[in-house]
């Protein structure tokens, strides 16, 4: 057993999993979380992401940020549109470069609002996406309306507190609306060398194989599509193999698998053998608890409401 508190369910009922760095991974036995230890304040978290500077690191620019997220948004915008389709409203929480809010814009008439806490991406966004893109964590942030959806693509893991954000995506969401997530599942056997670069510490915890419907639970909501597939199909995938990282060496060795016949597929057959029942990128679609029928149209609602 492990004393450190869970940041979800406050146990301290916990295994130690794998350490990188300086930081522990430890597993919650009851909600199933996984979260790092040390784990930073929440207002540190949210001025570390704020502060980042591209230019003194090196990680890809908001440019390259941007072409990175057009190719993986292929493989699951289709989705997130599906879940859109009837929606007059959109708020998408780390919106980064603007991708997702753009293909939106250009495909509907919804209104849309990002949230980004880096100023490099946000201005990137606000010139793509040509809406409001506001600068401030999402708890901090306030709406006289209510969203249809609000989408985290990949975002989840950075958030450090859980009550303020699902309090806050309750507040912000319409009754019936949606709120969408892509996320990674894991299970307790997972091995360290699974993932490349686990982006500790700027990812603070990942779900374990029950966390959503705890989640769910603690904070009022209905899990209404929960689609897990192994994470070969996202880390194999030509669009990321062919989308520009940080390093130009490790960009041209991708290049050239991406384009070698069944090169990929070898890949991602060779992940799966090791680590395959292990890792797991998930499309979970939540709502408001009993309001999970699918929501209205702005016109439809102002109809019932004259009733």
Known sequence: MNTTVCKLCGSLNSDF??????YDVLACKECGLFYINPYPEESSAHSKVKEYSYSDLD????????????????????????ECKNATSLLDVGCGTGNLLELIRKRSNIQCVGIELNSSRAQYARSVANC???????????????????TMIDVLSHIPSFDHLFLTLYSLLAPQGKLI????????????????????????????????????????????????????QDLFSKNRWRA??????????????????????VLASAYDL????????????????????????KDERDVKQDR
């Open 59 to 82: 990680i890809a620019d908001a440019k390259k940020h941007y072409q990175a997220t057009s190719m993986f948004l292929g493989r699951y915008f289709e989705r997130i549109w599906d």
């Open 181 to 232: 997530l892509k996320v990674g599942e894991m299970t307790n056997r997972v091995n360290k060398k699974a993932i490349f670069d686990w982006g500790i510490p700027d990812h603070l915890h990942f779900l374990g194989m029950n966390t959503i419907q705890f989640l769910a639970k603690k904070y009022n909501f209905s899990v209404i599509r929960h689609e897990r597939v192994p994470l070969s």
């Open 132 to 150: 409001g893109i506001h600068q401030m964590p999402i708890e901090d942030f306030k709406s006289e309306s209510k969203f249809d959806v609000i």
């Open 244 to 265: 520009d990282g940080r390093s130009m060496a490790r960009n041209i060795v991708k290049k050239v698998i991406s384009r070698t016949p069944l090169a990929l597929k």
């Open 17 to 22: 999993i794998f350490s990188i760095k300086q």
């Open 274 to 297: 090791n680590y395959g029942k292990e890792v797991f990128s998930s499309f979970i679609v939540m709502s408001p608890k009993d309001s999970t029928s699918n929501f209205r149209t």
